[in-house]
């Protein structure tokens, strides 16, 4: 037989040239991290920001990378979640089968015959994928309903209790979705957990270019766990980080979709400025100043008010005394799902509104948005 080769990176299948924030985007999306498991994704970070700052943990698992500019103040935390949705081992089946626990946001009509990881505790993924009654045993009043999650198990083609064992598989282990990396036509991107490595991928890359550009402040870093069930370590983290100020990178909803009429986030139209959803109010004096550099530098933005969802900015807005925060994201098609859907121009226009925005926040700026004198 001939020597295999491998197929086209998915850029290179449409002839664009590559960016470097691409190769991050796979890196991070393709890693395993649902919430409390976030080890693959904090070790990329820990790695893209070698040398960028100094970097500590908190006791949930966040990273921080601190890098001091021209002043010790203002602290700037630019905050993105590690974790995805995911599982968690729910139980062994005497059948070999596993039961499941959704850890964040899941809608069961995306979940069937969908591959998975599980995590075993040394860090080994074990593929499995996820399964119910299939629909030639189902009554047809059955078929018309969605199935319930918790009808559904994941299968890793064990056949026994002892099968399972014998991979390694405990009660308890996390599971992350399986998925690929495929670049489209027109610039978008597939693959699962764009919500919210593309804000991961922000955070790496504006630290690394601040390693080589002037800012008159104290930029932290928060890689943040466990936002999917919480949010919880966004506060944690803010302990160590003392914000001053707060930019909270995401992986937006997008709604460009047939039934939305008023839409407030469509691939390619430009980063999503969100001004408030049920857990947070965004800073109006700092929604501003964010829509003013964004005009500076003709970036097109969004401005979105959510009646639904919520970011890390829930923890951080309540910490101490207060955070001025905003959400800068990334609209994204198809979040919570195998085969989430962002626009790469998108991606390149945040990553230079986060780091202009980061460059112009000196104390004056930063002092202004609380003056409620």
Not at 233 to 250: K, M, N, S, W, Y
Not at 267 to 293: C, H, M, Y
Not at 328 to 343: E, N
Not at 360 to 367: C, G, H, T
Request: hydrophobic share 45%; glycine share 10%; charged share 25%.
């Amino acid at each position: 037989m001939g020597k295999k080769t491998k197929g086209p990176r998915a850029e290179e299948s449409v002839g664009a040239p590559q960016d470097p924030g691409v190769e991050l985007l796979e890196r991070l999306t393709l890693a395993a991290g649902p919430p409390g498991a976030e080890d693959a994704v904090r070790a990329i970070v820990r790695e893209a920001l070698a040398g960028a700052g100094s970097i500590s943990h908190d006791r949930l698992g966040s990273i921080l990378c601190e890098r001091a500019g021209t002043g010790a103040s203002p602290r700037v935390v630019l905050d993105a979640h590690l974790d995805e949705v995911g599982f968690s081992v729910q139980r062994v089946m005497d059948d070999g089968r596993l039961g499941l626990l959704p850890l964040g946001g899941w809608w069961a009509h995306v979940l069937l015959a969908q591959r998975v990881d599980v995590i075993r505790a040394d860090g080994r993924l074990i593929p499995g994928v996820i399964g119910s009654k299939p629909p030639h045993f189902l009554a047809p009043a059955e078929r018309d309903k969605v199935l319930d999650l918790d009808v559904m198990y994941i299968d890793v083609g064990a056949a026994t209790r002892a099968e399972v064992d014998a991979l390694g598989i405990r009660v308890g282990d996390p599971v992350a979705p399986h998925a690929e990396f495929v670049r489209l036509s027109g610039g978008v991107l597939s693959c699962k957990a764009f919500d919210n490595r593309v804000g991961v991928a922000l955070l790496i890359e504006t630290l690394q270019a601040l390693a080589r550009r002037a800012h008159p402040n104290t930029v932290v870093g928060v890689g943040a766990v466990q936002e999917e069930v919480g949010c919880r370590g966004a506060g944690t983290a803010a302990d160590l980080a003392r914000p001053d100020v707060a930019i909270v990178l995401e992986g937006t909803p997008a709604d460009d979709l047939p039934g939305f009429t008023d839409r407030q986030a469509v691939l390619g139209k430009g980063p999503q400025i969100r001004w408030s959803d049920p857990t947070a109010l965004s800073n109006r004096r700092l929604v501003r100043f964010v829509e003013s550099v964004a005009a500076d530098l003709k970036i097109p933005v969004q401005m979105a008010v959510r009646r639904s969802g919520g970011t890390d900015a829930k923890s951080l807005q309540a910490h101490g005394a207060g955070v001025p925060t905003v959400v800068i994201g990334v609209p994204a098609r198809y979040i919570h799902t195998h085969v989430s859907l962002i626009q790469l121009e998108d991606y390149f226009a945040a990553r230079r509104l986060v780091l202009e925005i980061v460059t112009r926040l000196d104390a004056a700026a930063v002092a202004g948005l609380t003056d409620f004198r």
